[in-house]
């Protein structure tokens, strides 16, 4: 059962940047960051394959984020530029051992969450 470990997130203003990042302890064939403002759903924010490294990207961080993973170490990155306050949540990763998708029910792992603010 694989299990996964957030680091990364924080504060940082309108227009600033932020890495996550979520290290497996194996390597899942999905790996996917999530979020979930106050009172909101949880959405889909990024997806990827971690054998050929195919992306995907939710409209509304198309462009400003980029998804990556280091087959090395199993570990998954969210690079977020350009971050805007409605980008503020708690960004979760999440795998599973079959291909991807962008809908959270469709996840059995989950790692521990970790916060992004920003502020205007």
């Known amino acids: 059962h694989v299990q996964l470990v957030e680091s990364g997130g924080g504060s940082t203003q309108t227009g600033g940047s932020l890495v996550l990042a979520c290290t497996a302890s194996t390597r899942p064939k999905c790996m996917a960051w999530f979020r979930q403002g106050p009172g909101k759903e949880r959405e889909g924010v990024a997806n990827i394959w971690t054998a050929d490294h195919t992306t995907y990207y939710a409209d509304s961080v198309r462009g400003r984020f980029t998804i990556s993973h280091d087959s090395a170490t199993n570990t998954m990155y969210l690079q977020m530029n350009n971050v805007k306050p409605e980008d503020s949540a708690m960004y979760y990763c999440?795998?599973?051992?079959?291909?991807?998708?962008?809908?959270?029910?469709?996840?059995?792992?989950w790692g521990q969450g970790t916060q992004v603010t920003v502020s205007s």
């Open positions: 999440a795998a599973r051992d079959v291909g991807c998708r962008n809908d959270p029910e469709g996840f059995n792992t």
